[in-house]
Every structure is written in structure tokens, then in C-alpha cells.
């Protein structure tokens, strides 16, 4: 056979067995794209009311914080009032406390002298008195050795006194002896009280107060 005469196929349209499936697949691409969209518009709606919520809050603190600074400014005067008055108390409660500290050696010679003015004792003739803050030291001579033991027992029983004690006896002076009508027996000696109270330091004591100076006399019958 000739070339020119060899059989050609001859071709027919094609057939489409399963025409749904392009229709399928267009159909849940538009689904796809439809529920993006719907989750981003859902997204910018959440976004928007949460800084609408934030933009609300942010007022309403800001109107609180500006009540509570309106408030606290006219409290403010009250309040130094009150800083003031409190301080003032408390200087004054310390001014208290440090004048009744610097009384005490006055209260405690108040109440020996007061002691002293009811002694009935003829055989004690206080000589000198020396007050500290929390410490007399006395000098008196005695018709004999008996009458000091007792003398500072009684003033051993005075509100606020700790401890009394004899410190020394020696034979009276001729001045001694004259005070307790010239004994032949008389003696003199030193007695010593302690207050109730802490003792203080000698550097931090200072200068003695008026009430630390010492009496001092030949004869003190006067306190009896």
C-alpha cells in the first residue's frame, strides 16, 4: 500500500465519566475560602471588642484614680493635723519622762528632809548632806554606837530608798561633841542611802542638779 493511502485514526470527542467531582471540588474550595474569611472577620471583631472593653476600663480607672487623688488631697491637711499633733504628743510624753527623771533626786530629798524634820532623836545631830541622783551621803555625829544603827534603820523605811548602810565611825571632833551636848562617848560617822533608780554614769550625768548640792551645817537640829 502507498503512503499516501495509509489509514488515519480518526478521533472522537471525549467523555466525562465523573462530571460531579470537578463540581466537589470547586464547591469545597469555596467553603474553605467562605470559613477563612468568616474566622479572620471573627478574629478582628474579638480584637476590636477587647480594646473597646480595655478603652472602657481605662476611663473608668482613670476616673477612680483622679476621685481617690481628690479625695486624698482633701485629706491631706487633716492628715498633717494629725502628724503634728501626734508628734507634738509624743515630744511632750518625752519632755514628761525626762523631767520626772530629773526630779527624782529632788522628790528623794524632799522626802528624807521631811524624815529628818520628824526625828525626836536627841542622840543624832545631822552634821552634812550631800544629794546625787540616786545617793545621799550624810555626816552626823552620835551621843554613842548604838544611836547610828537605829538612826539609819528609820530612815532605811523612807518611800523609794533601796538600801542604807553605815559606812564609818570615829571618835567625835571637839565641835562633834559639843552638837551632841560634849558626850564623852560621842562618834562621828557616814551614812549612805540608795534611791530606787538606775544609776547613771558620772560622764553622763553632767553638771549635779540644784538638788545634788550638799547642806551643809554644824548643827542641824533644825531637821528634827
Known amino acids: 500500500m502507498a503512503p499516501s493511502q495509509r489509514v488515519r485514526p480518526v478521533r472522537t470527542g471525549g467523555f466525562n465519566l465523573l462530571p ?83 526630779a527624782e533626786p529632788l522628790v528623794h530629798l524632799l ?39 537605829s538612826w539609819v534603820k528609820r530612815l532605811a523605811a523612807i518611800r523609794g530608798v533601796k538600801d542604807a548602810e553605815v559606812k564609818d565611825q570615829r571618835r567625835a571632833t571637839a565641835p562633834a561633841r559639843d552638837a551632841v551636848q560634849n558626850a564623852s562617848g560621842a562618834i562621828e560617822f557616814s551614812a549612805r542611802l540608795d534611791w530606787d533608780g538606775a544609776r547613771e554614769p558620772a560622764a553622763a550625768r553632767g553638771a549635779a542638779p540644784a538638788a545634788a548640792r550638799p547642806v551643809r551645817g554644824a548643827n542641824m537640829r533644825g531637821l528634827k
Request: contains cysteine; positive net charge.
Open 111 to 149: 522626802a528624807l528632809l521631811d524624815a529628818l524634820s520628824g526625828e525626836s532623836d536627841d542622840k543624832i545631830v545631822l552634821q552634812q548632806l550631800r544629794q546625787r541622783e540616786h545617793e545621799t551621803e550624810l555626816l552626823a555625829s552620835a551621843r554613842d554606837h548604838a544611836a547610828p544603827a
Open 20 to 102: 460531579y467531582r470537578q463540581f466537589t471540588a470547586r464547591r469545597e474550595r469555596r467553603r474553605r475560602i467562605v470559613e477563612v474569611f468568616a474566622a479572620l472577620v471573627a478574629g478582628c471583631i474579638a480584637v476590636l471588642m477587647l480594646a473597646a472593653w480595655q478603652a472602657v476600663e481605662r476611663v473608668r480607672l482613670d476616673a477612680q484614680r483622679t476621685s481617690i487623688e481628690r479625695s486624698l488631697a482633701q485629706l491631706s491637711a487633716p492628715l498633717a493635723e494629725h502628724k503634728r499633733l501626734a508628734r507634738a504628743a509624743e515630744e511632750a510624753r518625752t519632755r514628761a519622762a525626762h523631767a520626772s527623771t530629773r
